[in-house]
């Protein structure tokens, strides 16, 4: 229970971050790529495409009616990311996708 509590709040803050940011920003997928950076996690340069992509496959999670500790299952058991890492970038994803789902991550 306190690790999903915890990631709930990372997963909010990346959210809220995301809104805070500025407006400068080009496209959802440069404020993603800023808030997950500034969020501790990091990438390979070549892996960027993947990144965004696996960005929007939590939208479509959602869509399948996923929820928020499946999609933390998910990442965890295909990366190294912490659950808290794992909720930041949902967090992130969701609120630069499809932010109509932000009541599943807050």
Do not use: R
């Not at 940011?21 to 501790?40: C, K």
């Amino acid at each position: 229970m306190k690790i999903t509590i915890a990631c709930a709040a990372s997963a909010a803050f990346a959210a809220v971050a995301l809104f805070s940011a500025p407006a400068a920003f080009a496209a959802p997928e440069d404020e993603f790529l800023t808030v997950i950076s500034d969020g501790g996690i990091t990438w390979p340069s070549e892996k960027t495409p993947e990144v965004i992509a696996t960005g929007h496959a939590v939208c479509q999670d959602w869509d399948n009616g996923a929820t928020f500790e499946q999609e933390v299952a998910d990442l965890t058991s295909v990366t190294s990311w912490s659950d808290y890492q794992a909720g930041y970038f949902i967090g992130a994803a969701t609120g630069a996708f499809c932010p109509e789902y932000e009541w599943k991550v807050s």
